[in-house]
């Protein structure tokens, strides 16, 4: 059968929600990715740090 219909499970790396199957192509197993709320609260916490840095930056550049 060549591993038709073996499928990988997706989990989300960061809550390890179940996001479905997808093909495994010959592999059975797990495999990873990002969900949705994991996604915007991770990206919210760069965006936080950016910002930080830049105001920090900005402090140096004004007592410089």
Request: net charge negative; proline share 5%; glycine share 12%.
């Amino acid at each position: 059968q060549g591993g038709q219909g073996v499928m990988l499970h997706i989990l989300c790396s960061w809550c390890l929600k179940p996001m479905g199957e997808k093909p495994g192509q010959g592999v059975t197993g797990v495999t990873h990715g990002i969900c949705a709320p994991c996604l915007e609260r991770e990206t919210k916490a760069v965006l936080d740090v950016m910002q930080m840095q830049r105001e920090i930056e900005e402090r140096r550049e004004k007592d410089a």
